[in-house]
């Protein structure tokens, strides 16, 4: 039998600043249940933790930036996976996020207008910017007359 214990210290340094260490620390039972040995590490995680810290102030200033965006925002790749969307996106088409993250950008228009989005997301991915006025399609099937900018 085992036991394990996970941990996070903060120690204060002499120059005043402060270092993180993970311990990860275990408990090794003898055959009638009783602890023989007591094992364990620390890592140093501070470079890390700031890093980690760093990467989600930057995803905080970015959501913030792309939901001050007007209008529909959203972000796709060659496969046509959504990446990232403002919350228009959401309030406009009346989709969640769940169920977005689950179409393409031809299930926001209508079927008679798909080929000619195709042929400009396909422009869009060869040189680097198209547009295209078409209907945006809702959730409840409303036609939204929308100028689509790519790039």
Do not use: H
Request: hydrophobic content about 35%; aromatic content about 14%; some cysteine.
């Amino acid at each position: 039998k085992e036991t394990q214990f996970i941990t996070t210290f903060y120690f204060n340094t002499i120059e005043g600043s402060v270092k993180i260490f993970l311990s990860k620390s275990y408990i090794l039972y003898d055959e009638t249940g009783n602890p023989k040995r007591c094992l364990g590490g620390l890592t140093d995680i501070t470079e890390q933790n700031k890093i980690q810290q760093q990467i989600i102030k930057e995803k905080e200033i970015s959501e913030n930036l792309i939901n001050s965006l007007p209008g529909v925002f959203y972000i796709f790749n060659k496969e046509g996976k959504y990446l990232r969307w403002n919350k228009n996106t959401l309030q406009i088409s009346g989709y969640s996020e769940e169920e977005l993250k689950n179409m393409s950008p031809l299930d926001f228009v209508p079927v008679d207008q798909q080929i000619v989005l195709m042929e400009k997301i396909q422009s869009v991915f060869k040189n680097g910017f198209d547009n295209l006025e078409a209907d945006f399609l809702t959730k409840e099937g409303r036609k939204i007359p929308f100028y689509f900018t790519g790039s």
